[in-house]
């Protein structure tokens, strides 16, 4: 939670064209920066892992497709489903999975540094990328 804040990027940045600039799933990459908050992507596909950010919300903006996150709260676990154009916000503290049967693509609004798995995790599988966000090539 302590990272330098990065300056925001000099030039626009189009989603479009940054998305299809990489192949990884569940591997965002920061296109922007604004004050000590990264804006990624990410190529979603599958499942990612039950994870949980003590520290920070988590805000979700579906680019396309269809993200599901599930969510284990007090009252008990619900999963909520984003189309296209919609956000949700993951509170602090709250274990969440998120996960995409058909593909999406997404954009993560948190506080650079965020580790993308969270600060406690279950056993993290191969095709997800524990990161706080790869540079855009
Ligand atoms: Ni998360």
Redesign the pocket.
């Given at each position: 939670m302590e990272s330098p804040a990065t300056p925001p990027r000099r030039e626009p940045v189009a989603l479009a064209e940054a998305l299809a600039s990489f192949a990884e799933l569940w591997s965002p990459r920061i296109v922007t920066t604004v004050n000590d908050y990264d804006v990624r992507v990410a190529r979603v596909e599958g499942e990612h892992v039950w994870?949980t950010?003590d520290h920070t919300d988590?805000f979700f903006l579906v680019l396309d497709g269809e993200l599901s996150i599930a969510l284990r709260e007090p009252e008990g676990e619900r999963t909520v489903t984003l189309s296209k154009g919609s956000v949700f916000t993951?509170p602090r503290g709250t274990e969440?999975k998120?996960s995409a049967p058909a593909g999406a693509s997404i954009l993560l609004f948190e506080p650079t540094g965020t580790m993308?798995?969270?600060d406690r995790h279950e056993e993290v599988p191969g095709h997800v990328d524990a990161t706080t966000g790869h540079a855009l090539s």
């Open positions: 994870h950010h988590e993951v969440h998120p993308s798995v969270g």
